[in-house]
């Protein structure tokens, strides 16, 4: 069973630059993994930040972009405010299914 | 801009079927798949399955063995069943739309908590 890794936690200072990533087990994440990202503050359902690897859903502010970089599937926020303090989650799309990654737990500071 | 609902029983007893309903208003279900993602408390999300509006299903290999998903078209509705749960399943429930391959409208989630 394939598995996507994050980093469990970040720490970045208000107005700074951050970038997660997001790791495949077996092999490295491309565009034909369409990688999406999620942004879930406590106590709320997801929302959806990013899709199709580096498309921002409607109404996402542009300080955050999606790329691959390298073998990951990553997700920046250029700029960050505080109310980006959140639980950040990929998705890929591998065979028939979607899989998640663990989560990053983003702190601003 | 459509919106879902999830709706079932917050209680299930351990070994018994957790049976939740989604309802979907702003728009059909036709054309879509359907997801349900779940989240213990506290923990990540775990993807566990897919309906397309034909009925057809994708779940995931750890919850194969015990998860059926189904809609209803003529009620606008996606349903999850999994069957012989234990604590481990104690979780918020989600089900999303799928509109490409991502997941680009969710409901608010439902708890529901296994236990005697």
């Known amino acids: 069973q394939p598995v996507v890794t994050q980093e469990p936690s970040f720490s970045v200072s208000p107005g700074g630059t951050v970038t997660l990533t997001c790791a495949l087990s077996?092999?490295?994440?491309?565009?034909?993994?369409?990688p999406s990202w999620y942004q879930q503050a406590p106590g709320q359902a997801p929302r959806t930040l990013i899709f199709?690897?580096?498309t921002r859903s409607s109404g996402v502010p542009d300080r955050f972009s999606g790329s691959i970089l390298g073998t990951k599937a990553a997700l920046t926020i250029t700029g960050a405010q505080a109310e980006d303090e959140s639980d950040y989650y990929c998705v890929v799309y591998v065979g028939d299914g979607h899989l998640f990654g663990g989560g990053t737990r983003l702190t601003v500071l | 801009q459509v919106q879902l609902q999830e709706s079932g029983p917050g209680l299930v007893k351990p070994s018994e079927t957790l049976s939740l309903t989604c309802s979907v208003s702003?728009?059909?279900?036709?054309?879509?798949?359907w997801t349900w993602i779940r989240q213990p408390a506290g923990k990540g999300l775990e993807w566990m399955g897919r309906?397309?509006?034909?009925?057809?299903?994708n779940y995931s290999p750890s919850l194969k063995s015990r998860l059926t998903m189904s809609v209803d078209t003529s009620r606008n509705q996606i349903f999850l069943s999994l069957a012989s749960v234990t604590a481990a399943d104690t979780a918020f429930y989600y089900c999303?739309?799928?509109?490409?391959?991502?997941?680009?409208?969710w409901g608010q989630g439902i708890l529901v908590t296994v236990s005697s």
């Open positions: 309906v397309y509006s034909t009925g057809s299903t």
């Open positions: 077996y092999r490295s994440v491309s565009i034909s993994n369409y």
């Open positions: 702003g728009g059909s279900i036709m054309s879509y798949y």
């Open positions: 999303a739309r799928v509109r490409s391959y991502e997941f680009d409208s």
């Open positions: 199709n690897t580096n």
